[in-house]
């Protein structure tokens, strides 16, 4: 997505409102400064103001480089809309269900803003979706089926949307407001501290011998920084500049070295401390701590880094792939010896996390810390400028975000106020046949549909309002339902036709958007697997015994590059099609742990090992 590229005064303008709008919000992480009220309002309203000053009328069309005059209308209406909402809501509350004229009015400007901005700055999709959930309010009487009601008065529907707590400024806004932002503005830190740059040099240096040691790189890298950039688009851009063109270089396809970054920034999403903006919606909308989310999800993260290494060495050991020159691959201890400090921002959030504060305190004094640290950094000591410079791309960087927040309040309250939940829970298990492995399936279909126009949080969204109450009806946890919407609220990402971190590394490995994309569902098929399991084998999630888990996670272990030599066509030498399907086979039933299916998978796995050994010693002999 193009931006504009300002200069000037509109330059500094745009600067300094990103700053305030970064500091306010950091403050308040730190010291509560703002109440929930002017939380809410503030983060909306600088979402709005931000993105009008930088996303053209126009999508991809960046070249003015000021601020136009209408788009000064514009920003003028936004601060009177919302500026309007946080002075009179407390005078609101006292005439709940009678609106006055005022309150309609700015209201209808309100959302109209917001419609503008999602076209602008995520497209048309998300906002066509919006609108159908705010239409089928009017239109009740003609929706089919059960999903049919009496139909509200424009009146109302905007009261509900705009003055109440349910709609705009509902939990959304204040998940987004309160957790996201300050996780955002952490990851700017990073960037700007030189810690971003340390884990690409750390993890490149433990590849010394490694074959298709850069692909691995991009694999350990990204897990580490999409761990904190909570943005798997960010972690694309911010990574993959460093590592696409290394695995270029020794011998990966432009295809595959986009594909692979892409696979790998996807599962940054759910890697801990920071699993991107969804995360925290799961916690806030399940009413569940964040310590037990990222607790739950540590497994099926590590287990999805594990199958994409596998999968990439499979494919460097298929052709031949080998590493950088040594020379140019930097010592570990002395990398290490560099930059160490920079681990402390991520202990100190577990450290908070286990210690029962929240989120965005961890993520303030994270940010405190990395400044701080950034003075024992021979080139990257952070000074007031460098400061400025993270608290401004800490407010971009969130736009991409925040400017679904309103299209994201409109879907959720318009599905309360005509008590769609419960409709669509009877649809999904009507459509499931009340198969449970089937409301599944249909759950990662509606995840690849939502995404192919949202992003990942709006899609997770838009899964766990119409999807997740029909997963419960099964018996399915609440939280683990919530889970599987919130893994496959990434499939889009690296599946086509739209799939938006395959294209953003396809455009920096100047390779074809649509092959980039088929050739990372390969690298990321574990996410289009790993779900079922958490309903199937819950100690995945770390609910049941822990002799359990370890017995799973073991069977796993080995299940994963079984799978991953069968799909890539490679174990000890190169495999033919009958033995792709055995391997393949093999890894599919120790999915499923159990004494004779461990057996027959081992016994496979083991039979084409000795094979495939005695005849590259018969090719060499």
Not at 62 to 75: C, E, H, M, N, R
Not at 249 to 258: I, L, M, N, T
Not at 264 to 282: D, H
């Amino acid at each position: 997505m193009k931006t504009r590229k300002l200069e000037g005064i509109s330059k500094y303008i745009f600067r300094y409102a990103s700053i305030t709008f970064s500091l306010l919000f950091l403050l308040s992480a730190g010291f509560g400064i703002l109440g929930t009220i002017t939380g809410r309002g503030f983060y909306i309203m600088f979402n709005v103001v931000l993105s009008f000053m930088i996303y053209p009328v126009i999508r991809n069309k960046g070249t003015q480089k000021k601020i136009p005059i209408y788009d000064v209308v514009l920003i003028i209406l936004a601060i009177a809309s919302f500026g309007y909402w946080m002075l009179e809501y407390t005078n609101y509350v006292r005439r709940v269900t009678m609106p006055n004229q005022y309150d309609f009015w700015f209201g209808v400007i309100g959302i109209i803003l917001l419609f503008e901005i999602a076209r602008r700055v995520l497209g048309r999709t998300l906002l066509i979706v919006a609108s159908v959930f705010l239409l089928q309010l009017y239109f009740g009487k003609y929706m089919p089926g059960t999903l049919a009601h009496p139909g509200f008065t424009p009146g109302r529907i905007v009261e509900f949307m705009y003055s109440s707590m349910e709609g705009i400024f509902g939990i959304i806004a204040n998940t987004f407001a309160t957790y996201v932002l300050p996780f955002i503005i952490l990851g700017a830190f990073f960037e700007k501290s030189g810690a971003g740059n340390f884990f690409i040099r750390l993890a490149l240096s433990l590849t010394r011998g490694w074959s298709g040691g850069p692909a691995k790189v991009a694999v350990i890298a990204s897990g580490i920084f999409g761990s904190i950039s909570g943005s798997s688009v960010a972690n694309v851009v911010s990574t993959g500049a460093f590592t696409i063109p290394m695995m270029k270089k020794v011998g990966f396809s432009p295809e595959d070295a986009g594909a692979i970054e892409a696979a790998a920034s996807t599962g940054g999403q759910f890697l801990p401390p920071v699993m991107g903006a969804g995360a925290f919606l799961l916690a806030t909308l399940t009413q569940t701590s964040y310590l037990k989310v990222i607790t739950m999800n540590a497994i099926p993260a590590l287990l999805y880094f594990y199958w994409v290494g596998t999968a990439v060495h499979y494919k460097a050991k298929k052709f031949n792939i080998g590493n950088l020159p040594d020379d140019e691959i930097p010592d570990f201890k002395e990398t290490f010896k560099e930059g160490w400090f920079f681990i402390v921002p991520l202990i100190i959030i577990f450290v908070f996390l286990f210690q029962g504060y929240s989120p965005n305190l961890a993520a303030f004094w994270a940010v405190i810390s990395t400044i701080v640290l950034s003075w024992f950094t021979k080139n990257s000591k952070m000074g007031i400028k460098t400061i400025m410079d993270a608290l401004e791309l800490g407010g971009k960087n969130n736009l991409s975000v925040g400017s679904s927040i309103g299209m994201l309040g409109i879907i959720m309250g318009g599905i309360v106020l005509a008590g769609l939940g419960a409709k669509f829970a009877s649809l999904v298990i009507s459509l499931s046949f009340g198969s449970m492995f089937l409301a599944i399936g249909l759950t990662a279909i509606v995840g690849a549909l939502v995404g192919m126009g949202a992003t990942q949080t709006a899609t997770y969204l838009i899964i766990a309002m119409i999807v997740v109450p029909g997963l419960q009806t099964f018996g399915i946890d609440k939280v683990v339902a919530h889970t599987i919407a919130f893994w496959f609220s990434a499939i889009s990402n690296v599946t086509p036709p739209v799939c938006v971190s395959a294209f953003a590394a396809a455009s920096i490995a100047e390779a074809d958007p649509m092959k980039t994309g088929y050739t990372g569902v390969k690298y990321s098929l574990l996410l289009f697997i790993l779900p079922f399991t958490f309903v199937y084998f819950p100690e995945m999630l770390l609910q049941g015994r822990w002799i359990d888990t370890v017995y799973l996670v073991m069977s796993l272990l080995i299940a994963l590059p079984a799978i991953a030599s069968g799909v890539m066509g490679y174990f000890q030498d190169h495999l033919n099609w009958p033995e792709r399907a055995l391997m393949a086979f093999a890894g599919l039933i120790l999915f499923w742990p159990g004494y004779i299916t461990d057996a027959i998978g081992l016994g496979i796995i083991i039979t084409m090992f000795i094979l495939k050994k005695k005849n590259k010693k018969l090719i060499q002999a």
